[in-house]
């Protein structure tokens, strides 16, 4: 069971509806610690990117993941446009022109897509930030190559759900939140929490 | 939330085409990607001045687009950073072949985005450079934080640098003059109130009646500490030891100051303010030179005031006296 | 109340020390009796042009003062008309020979304060006019009324009057030129909070949080109705109907807009709110010729904004288009 | 029992109190149907006439009466200062240079204060002003001649009271709560609310 460009589609399609969902809770998780945009930015771009894939139907899973990237680059903003924008392009990338997707492949691509996240913002784990859902993500589908491409997906999620709320504790040090010093600590990151939202949406739309 | 708009999806578009009409002469806007360009964009032989940032800091960034000053804004949406498409697309409509500075607030997602985009443009064969300002002392410049943020000295390195630009200052001059603006500019704010950002609804944060949130950033970042109200002498003393004690400024320097209001603390009390600010730097033997007073980086409708101090020679008050035509700032033409 | 002030008794005098510290190229203020004063007055063969209110209103009228515009201001208290001898001593200082020209705004206690003022000034042997602005459109012009109030037209009205008087027109020119801008001039404003004087402390109003009053005065004062909040365009297009079918402008009328924040209205909404109003006035055949947008005619943090329509000849452009030079209004020079 | 220039200073010190003690309703008061300085800017005005007094000792009644006058002219501003000034300085004049003034005195003196205000602000009885405290009082001291001045004084205070309460329901058709038409029903003018509490104030501070 490998992953297709029709099931890339569709999961980006579901990000679009997670994403939509979750709105509100975004802006307001940014609006505790950050500028209250996240939400709102994340579901500009998403739709942005249904749009695109409506209206350009890409033919390999590579070139679905290029147009998220893009589409998300010039529509997004902030700090999530380009750190998004360059995880799909790094992914994209990766994937090259390949028709399908395995299992060893989609964990590449997401080492690949959280190595580009923290190329463009030089966060470490622990930063706060996105990066402390998508490495337990990444290393939960490094042990998982074995199974089918949707289990894989599924411990990735749920090790990115764990990475976003031991975010709670934590103090920011990259981003807006690392202004508020200590008084970030007790917040969720809203760019880890999308992170879950969007992993979760790949796996399968369940959460 | 009270606003005069139609719908939070479309302000900042309904917006620019206000702009757009209103300053027929100075500026004219395209859509998609959102650009306001001086009309007579590119200038030939000089080097384009480009800036931008989330909306809602007007009249920063558009307001200051036209002779002396920028050659375009990109506006993103509201406190969010423009895209790279906004960017590039900028630099297209202005580059007359001297290349493009860049002039970024520093903060993460304005500084993702416009580095973004100048890869994309220096792979088109425009020599770009950026420079980052990062002129709040509210915050602790430490590898603990994203860095000091950009907020009121942005007006006076855009007013400098497009001065010079204006002048026929090539590339590397200009980018050397605005990384020396960067080095001698310093701010401070304060919020008595939260802004609502209209996609939001609601106020960005909550302040009691008696609270006010000094070091404060121009989005509602939250800032150095929450204190409780009280009078104009302590408040402009406050913001003006952290920065004078920070550069540090000294007896015998000249400045230029700003005093900014946030957009909802009216001219009434931001003179008052700007009146105190003038004294304790006499006090303290520094020098003004020149002062600009007003609403100029806001924050929408958030009350509050920030002060700005620029270490200023000779050659920065001619910048700063240079001929300037834009909306929001003019002299000498 | 949330203010940038030290005590509300001091707050007008301290402001005014700001405003002279801030500009001392442009104006000198004395205090008791307050007036503001451009630094070469009085000019050698003009006309004074003097106006005032109350305070809060910044930048009007002190903002203007200035080459090209007005010759000295009188600031009252906050929202409350200045006293006879602040106006005496404007045109004291003022004084060149050629007498002087009062535009007041009008309100009872202007009205009657300018009024005394001026037969005080006669009485000392310089010759004074008196030009009342009426230009609101929301108070009924009637016996049961105090008349309609001066509120953004004022802007227009010192601007091309202190351009002709700053070209030699002689007192009796500059009255009848006055007169012209009134029987000419229409506005309309909308508040959707209240400001807060700071000697009172609270609201000067009490609006529900959807509620918006149409037709509000300068000074919180009520207006037509206090009706349900709507959206940008239908509440542009109530003010423009409003100002068009009074006049009334019709097709073919070429005039000035000018789109007002009353202070607490941010850039982004008020360019927004421009941009329709233009739009409805080109679907009726009125030609915004020239136009002015921004917060100049305030009541301190109040949100909300009001339009001003002025049918404008060639003259009348001619003096919008000479050149000023205030700190509030500036151009060709 | 005649009015001295020290019963007059006297009552102008009594007026700065009462007005002081009252600002916060008279502002109340302007709030409602107006523009909220009618309180604050009696104050200032009444304080400056005590300092007057005090600084200049004024030598008969209607000296001391005329210092009053331009001293409300040159601090008050608005509305008031204008129409105060002109009351007091009609008095001032048509008390000329007497040493002490008697009933029909009085009366006079306040028949041409309200005529003064009359000819400067045009306003009739039943605009919802000042003058609707100030013509009954008129009216009850000119048929209070025959009485002590002081007695003379209450009867103008009672009726000014009266003329003051009987403004609520009007509409006002005369300074800046004409602009709310219908609306200004309902409310105590504060001009006449002042009026009542400086008769009161002269009548011997009573109230
Ligand atoms: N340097 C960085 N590296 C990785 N992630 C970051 C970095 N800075 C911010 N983020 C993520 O971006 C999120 C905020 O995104 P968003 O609100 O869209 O941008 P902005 O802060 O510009 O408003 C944060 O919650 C955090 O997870
Ligand atoms: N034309 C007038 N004639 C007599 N009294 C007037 C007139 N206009 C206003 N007033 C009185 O003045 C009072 C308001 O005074 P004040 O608040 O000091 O002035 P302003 O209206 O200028 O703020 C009103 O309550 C009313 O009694
Ligand atoms: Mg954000
Ligand atoms: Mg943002
Ligand atoms: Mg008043
Ligand atoms: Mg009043």
Chains 1, 4 share one sequence.
């Not at chain 2, 702009?19 to 360009?37: G, Y």
């Not at chain 2, 985005?113 to 100048?118: D, K």
């Not at chain 2, 960067?182 to 939001?200: F, I, Q």
Request: glycine share 10%.
């Amino acid at each position: 069971m490998a992953c297709t460009t029709e099931d890339v589609v569709a999961a980006l399609r579901r990000c679009a509806e997670v994403i939509s969902e979750h709105r509100d809770e975004l802006v307001e998780l940014d609006r505790e610690i950050g500028d209250a945009d996240h939400g709102e930015n994340l579901n500009r771009g998403f739709a942005a990117v249904v749009s695109a894939v409506d209206s350009t139907m890409p033919e390999t899973p590579g070139a679905a993941l290029k147009l998220a990237a893009t589409t998300l680059i010039s529509k997004v903003g902030g700090a999530a446009g380009p750190l998004y924008g360059t995880a799909f392009l790094r992914a994209a990338t990766t994937v090259g022109d390949a028709a399908e997707l395995d299992a060893p492949m989609v964990a590449k691509v997401l080492r690949a897509a959280m190595d580009g996240v923290v190329a463009r913002g030089k966060a470490e784990q622990g930063d706060k930030t996105m990066v402390d859902a998508l490495h337990p993500a990444v290393l939960a589908a490094e042990s998982a190559t074995e199974v089918p491409v949707g289990e894989l997906l599924k411990a990735a999620a749920t090790a990115a759900s764990e990475g976003a709320a031991a975010t709670v504790p934590l103090v920011a040090r990259k981003g807006r939140a690392s202004y508020l010093g200590e008084r970030s600590a007790g917040h969720l990151d809203p760019g880890a929490r999308s992170t879950e939202l969007l992993l979760g949406a790949f796996a399968g739309g369940q959460r | 939330m009270k606003k005069i708009i139609n719908d939070p999806a479309t302000v900042v578009a309904e917006a620019l085409h206000g702009l757009a009409v209103a300053h027929p002469e100075r500026l004219r806007v395209t859509t998609d990607p959102a650009v306001i360009v001086r009309t007579d964009a590119p200038v030939a032989g000089k080097v384009a001045v480009i800036s931008g940032g989330g909306s809602g800091h007007e009249p920063l960034h558009g307001g200051f687009v036209g002779s002396g000053m920028l050659d375009a804004a990109c506006p993103g949406a509201v406190f969010t950073s423009p895209t790279p498409d906004q960017v590039q697309a900028a630099v297209t409509a202005t580059d007359a072949g001297a290349g493009a500075l860049l002039l970024v607030k520093n903060y993460t997602g304005d500084v993702l985005n416009f580095e973004t985009a100048a890869e994309l443009a220096e792979a088109t064969g425009t020599p770009v450079r950026s420079v980052l300002i990062d002129d709040d002392v509210a915050v602790a410049d430490s590898t603990f934080t994203a860095g000091r943020r950009g907020v009121g000295g942005t007006l006076l390195l855009e007013k400098i640098v497009g001065a010079a630009a204006e002048r026929g200052t090539d590339l590397d001059g200009c980018a050397r003059l605005a990384a020396s603006v960067v080095a001698g500019v310093r701010s401070m704010g304060v919020a008595l109130t939260a802004p609502t950002v209209p996609h939001v609804g609601e106020p960005s944060f909550t302040l009691g009646a008696d609270e006010m949130e000094i070091g404060i950033g121009i989005h509602g970042e939250p800032g150095r500490a929450r204190v409780p109200l009280e009078d104009a002498d302590r408040l402009v003393a406050r913001l003006v030891d952290a920065i004078v004690s920070d550069l540090p400024f000294v007896a015998g320097d000249r400045v230029i100051l700003f005093t900014n209001s946030m957009g909802g603390t009216p001219l009434l009390e931001l003179y008052l303010a700007h009146g105190i600010a003038e004294r304790l730097l006499a006090e303290r033997g520094i020098e003004v030179a020149r002062r600009l007073v007003g609403p100029y980086v806001t924050s929408l409708e958030m009350q509050g005031m920030s002060l700005t101090l620029l270490r200023a020679d000779d050659q920065l008050l001619d910048l700063w006296d240079a001929p300037v035509c834009t909306p929001a700032l003019r002299w000498g033409m």
